[in-house]
């Protein structure tokens, strides 16, 4: 599907056909069938098969942000505010209605985890639970002494969570 605060397509693999809503963010440059493929998904298969979680597993863009060395961090940051608005209003705002709170639950692993701690406590409105596993929470390395505003934000966020 293209998504227009990306400005292109992304893939995402939905698990369930009813229940809570649950993003699940991929690991550190992963990609979105990789919580599928690690065995994440069977592990929850009985509460998916009961309707009572739907799971959603989005691409990352992470070589494209974080990761990318080859572009100044001005441009990581932009690219990874894209992504956490694509996340939120392409993916939460269309299934947070499936439940009664009208919000989702968030999941990661490794810098997934950052990826469901940072959208947690940056759209508290939209995230009922957050799970975090192993997350790197520092994200200094990732801008190279750059900072904005952008990036402020997120490790301000981050900082409380420890």
């Given amino acids: 599907m293209a998504l227009p605060n990306l400005g292109r397509e992304i893939q995402m693999l939905v698990f369930g056909h009813a229940g809570y809503p649950i993003i699940l963010f991929p690991t550190s440059m992963g990609s979105f069938h990789e919580n599928r493929d690690q065995g994440l998904i069977a592990s929850a298969s009985w509460y998916i098969e009961q309707g009572l979680i739907q799971i959603f597993c989005p691409d990352s863009i992470d070589k494209d942000s974080f990761y990318n060395k080859k572009i100044h961090p001005t441009h990581r940051i932009q ?3 894209w992504y956490d608005k694509m996340i939120c209003h392409e993916i939460v ?3 947070k209605n499936n439940t009664y709170s009208g919000k989702v639950a968030v999941a990661g692993c490794s810098f997934g985890g950052y990826h469901a701690a940072n959208f947690a406590f940056r759209h508290p409105g939209y995230v009922s639970h957050m799970f975090s596993m192993g997350g790197a929470f520092n994200i200094k390395s990732f801008m190279d002494g750059y900072h904005d505003d952008n990036v402020f ?7 409380y969570t420890v």
């Fill in 93 to 95: 705002e269309r299934v």
């Fill in 79 to 81: 690219n990874h505010v």
């Fill in 153 to 159: 934000i997120i490790a301000r966020k981050i900082i």
